[in-house]
């Protein structure tokens, strides 16, 4: 599959002239960055400690949606389709397992064994995300395999409002608060104690998705899939098993990226899992799709862009609230990607093989 | 064999128990005990419940040929499902989960019981219920062929005329309102006679159309004829509407009328061209903000301008927004071009909320005081009379698909959507031919946008969400893709029918993800699609399945 | 054959179409244009004595510019409210709509010999939900007043609606100074809450004078409440002889309020003012203290966070936090009770800070009710809709829960009492007294 057909094959001046309009707004949005970044710096409103918080809030959030994108580039890569739910199944290992950190506080549990607490709720988050999208590819997805595009996109976004709205029939609309965890509180020097927790966190989740899929029978499958379906079907690799494995490890790992965000964010809501989702799914292609470090690379990348952006680029200006246009950033990041090298920054890889 | 068949049956009667389970705990069942459908006892949460008990046993005796096996395994089905409502009813009396699942109250545990509580009294009623419906569901497909269905259309018809009370209520005649309906549901009597009404009407209807005679008789009328007579009596009901409906449906009817104009826009770039548009939004925000920037006193010009003189400079910045959403996404596939115009679309929604443009467009508390149309001395002000202007644009756009539909622009959107690089190879100009297909789509997004801005009077960045598009996406896609009636059905089903249950409010979203789900397993072509686009997309999916099992065969592994 | 056909179709249409536009089916309520002021009071259309309900027996319809309402025997009154009951400012909303419950309740539930229904819409807290809760509303017939909106985003889209709609509706919550601005203001539109402007100065006055803090920053949330209050507290903060270093602004729908704190840091506050909502507050206040140079920084909301959720979910960051609002303190025995019969009903003690408010409004449209409603003698009740607001607007000395109130002009009828109260204990399980105290004045 082509994305960009070469130049020579598009005929006619016209494409020409549309293809200079295009570069010429690439061009102008470069310029507008880059100017603005100059003049922030130069004003100097900012200490050096401010920008390295800034980058560092930047590479924690960057590694939750890391985690995520990882689900939704797994799933790109064995199935070709695009897992809108994907958001409400970090939402519902997080909301969950609110009411399991809510004992644990009560009880006194909390106080006196933070770390098992933590890794409790890790896993449950993630026991609870995994059924939930097993469930979702089972029931919607499994029966549509092989329709055309738009199909499984229209079921994913049912899918999505439908784990939306049953999460919030069942645990209400209003806003529940994570429990503080005693050891996670104030700072390590200068980073605070659960960023640093996510970080490790996500850093050790992925080492352990990479042993799984490069040291497993079960990751071989997946891999094996993700490259070509029927051959693996061919050659004896159980298809169904191996995009239900796809799913199951996916949604695992947006449990976890629900309790750390919990960590950090502290609020969760029925609602929560709408925008990371689609910046997950930004970063994702912004490394691209199907391709696994790349949606780490994504993840971090956009997460920093984010942090650092909105004043980097646009307190130089002057321009009031800068930071409101965060998300403009981000979608402005991911039309320019599909232009401009729709492959992502690393890549699409689908599988193994590299293929541009 | 009769293990396999218990087995079977055991598992279709936990699935629809999980789903009555889901839907208590969600809510909707608790909500709506106390809104009676007919008479004093029929609720919409009992009539939901037992709808899912017959469901359950329908569904397992479907596959056998006689009533002998339908009925007992439907039964056993049912009563399964029995079983776990009263399991639910149990578990929410003697645990209090109340803290965690809102909805887990000792009311819930009435509800499921039929009145008769946790107990033995409760399980009784839940099993003899569990019988009966299990009965009627195996009685019913035992029946020859029409009679089923037309016992349950029927039924249904007379349900749904029961929750539309309120909207029906001011409509008809005060002495049928007062012989059908009771104090919140139908009456006994009016419930009885609607059936019998209903049931009559729809036997009507496949008799006629099973029966030779009068089938070549409606043929015998030239489709020459018939069709004009056919679009002149339409017609005159649509133009009729403000004559009778109330300020609310009128109000109702507007909306219906502005995602009309939106489907048909976006028909023409996914319908008819095959581009993935999900951000359709921004066409409707760039036309409903240009025509409150341009006719509101509010937002720093020093001009306003008349809603006539707005609406065709709302219409042309709109078009040129699709232009400029058009020229980056030409070279992209499917779902990269999915995502590319969902991005825009929310870059507009962010852009028309920031602090940064606020003195141009409103910022966050959006603009108001928008201007209304006039005619002379005339203001149009009440939405009966805006429906005329609704319904005066949704004529000129389909008129216009029609025309482009069979014209040769509309040929090369069919052809590029069938596959691109042939089409090129033909000779089509992909680029103008895209371009097109964006700007005019986006053009009816645009009008649509300045009337709705007008109606409310306001626009607010909130009105503009992600939402919008995927509303416009799904009514395209459950109407069938490219099918101009297609779009009228999946507006009056997607906008219209959710107003007029607003009732169900809160659960809206709730039944639209399982409508979205239930439609794309069941009915991927939509409910009146284009017939060749139906058989290749039915061909697809059967071809689909055909490799799935051939996967499952060859790798155990 | 097919030409003619067609030809005739058109006809047709422009036959209906002309017909119908002759023929404006029903009466439609004359809009009140938006920017007017409210008409000085004139005479009701039946004027009979406040006190006791005596509606004049009269054969016909009384007339009324706007419309009459009829409400035959055995039909309610029906009174709806438009709130905000879901999201993160559901308790607001909530609280308010039990105030109303109770009122009805001490009314027995029925009025001039009709029952009393209560309809309702959510509102959302934001101008998008006011939008549609007012088209809604206003498309609803048989509504004879709207106790709401509670937040001020709302009011500012709904209440032209509820406005041209002929219906009339009084705010519980609302305190945007915009919204009984006389440039801005719309006659469907009363409230019984504080203007802002007293507010914003009573908070100013605090943190000038009583903390003694001169460097304040302010952030609201887009919504026209929180960015009027902050407005309006600057302003006074200034005048008082302080500086405002940074004034910002975040969305209700923000998670990371960092690069907005950071920015604020920047400029070395001493206070952060954000008169916003949960859990856009929250968040801040949970954040706020982690960045550089806010560490000892003193933070301070407004009635808009004035719940339990906001110190449940803030945890110890909601220690010390200062909040100004009504003040309940202040209220009398009549309020008691009024609290009481919250508790017994709904086994809380109420959780928002307008509950009372919402009581008030109910009993003084009801009141309206009684003074303009005429009363035919087979038992058909009218409301005449310009009179009900004349009624409304003349309120003087209603003796209300939340104090003595008089509307002037504008649609302002509060008796403004405002305190500031301070978090002292995470513990919200005996809110509000277990968790804050009133330190001013």
Redesign the interface.
Known sequence: ?T???PRR????R??DI?QL??WA?GGILLAIVLLGSILTLRAG???A??WR??VV?GIA?GAIYALIALGYTMVYGVL?M?NFAHGEVFMSGAMTTF?LADYLNRSGFLKAHPWISLVAMLLFSGLVSMTVAVLVER??YR?????????????A??????????FR?????????Y??IPVLQG?LWVF?KTQVAVFIGVLITLALLVLFLQRTRAGL?IRAVAED??A?????????RAIVTTFAVGGFMAGIAGVLYALV???V?FF?GF?PG?KA??AA?LGGIGNLPGAAVGGLVLGVIE?IG??LFF?GYG??????????IA??I??LI??FR?TGLLGERLGGEERV | MIVRAARRAIFIGLVAGIAAW?LS????IPAFAQRRLVGDTLTFSYALLIALLALAAFATGRRYPGAAQRIPWGILSALVSSLMLFLLALLVTHLNLR?????ATPELARVLTFGGGASGAGLVRLLLIGLLAGLFAGGLSALPRPWGRVIVSAALMTLLLGLLRDVLGPLLPQVVTSFLYGTAGLSLAGAVVTFLLAAVLFTLRWSLRANAVTARATAAVPATVRQPVIQALLLLILASVPLWAGLFLSNVADFVGFYILMGLGLNLVLGFAGL?DLGYVAFFAVGAYTMAVLTSPEVGQRFTLDFWVALPIAVVTTVLAGLLVG??????????L???T???G??VR??V????LKPYLGGAQGVTRIARPSIASWRIDSPQEFYLLVLISCLFAWFLSVRLRDSRLGRSWFAIREDE?VA?AMGI????VKLSAFAIGASFGGLSGALFASLVGSVVPASFSLLVS?NV??LL?LGG?GSLPGVVVGALALVGLPELLREFQE?R??V??????A???FR?AGLLPERIHRRE?EE??E???E??P???A???? | MRRPIRSFTVLLLVLAFVLAACQRAQPTPTSAPAAQPSPTPAAAASPTPAAQPTPQAQVTKPTDPIGVLEIKPGEPIVLAWMLTV???T?QLGEDSKRGIEIAIEDLGGELLGHKIELVGEDSGCNPEGGQAAATRLAANPRIVAIIGSSCSSEARVGAPIIDQAGLVMVSPSNTAPDLTDPAKHVEGYLRVAHNDKVQGRVAAEFVVNKLGLKRVATIHDGSLYAEQLANVFAENVQKLGGTVVAQ????P????M???L??I??QQPELIYYPIF??AG??IT?QAK????LENVKLMSADGLLEP?TV?????AAVGLYLSGPDLTVLGPKYQEFVQKYQQKYGTKPVAGFHAHAYDATMMIVEAIKKVAVQAPDGTLYIPRKALRDALYQTKNFPGLTGNLTCDQYGDCADPKIAVYEVFSTDTTGWPDSAIRKIYP
Not at chain 1, 143 to 155: D, K, M, N, Q
Not at chain 1, 232 to 240: H, I, P, R, S
Not at chain 2, 99 to 103: T, V, W
Not at chain 2, 353 to 356: F, H, I, K, P
Request: net charge neutral; aromatic share 8%.
């Open positions: 599959m994305i960009a057909a094959f598009t005929g006619g016209r494409i549309s309009i295009v707004i409103h900012y200490t400690a401010q918080d800034f809030f959030q070709r695009i009411f029931i919607a029966p549509l395999r092989g329709a055309p595009r738009l199909v499984p996109l229209i079921t976004v049912g899918a999505s409002f439908f784990l939306q709205y049953t029939g069942l645990f209400g609309s209003g806003v529940r608060a429990p503080a700072k605070q499958a379906r029927e693996a079907a061919l050659m004896g690799v159980d298809v169904d964010f502290v609020q809501q929560m925008l689609i799914f930004t292609v942090s909105p004043s307190d321009i009031r609230a800068a930071h409101q246009l965060k998300d403009v979608f402005t991911l039309v599909l232009i729709p | 889901h705990l969600v809510g909707l803290q965690i699942l809102l909805n993935l020229l980056p996404v030409l070279r992209m596939r499917g779902d990269y999915a995502i590319a969902l991005g825009f929310e870059i962010l852009l909320l920031s602090d940064w690089h090129q100009n992909r680029v103008t995927i996406v799904a896609v893709m659960y979203l709730l639209y993800g399982i409508v979205l789900i439609m794309m397993l991927p997309l697809a999916v071809e689909a399945r490799i799935a051939a996967e499952i060859t790798g155990r592994g | 879901s999201g993160g559901a910002e602004a975040v969305s729908e923000d998670t990371d960092r690069p907005v950071t920015r840091a920047t949960n859990p929250s968040y949970l982690e960045i550089s140079g959720q449940q979910n803030a945890g110890q």
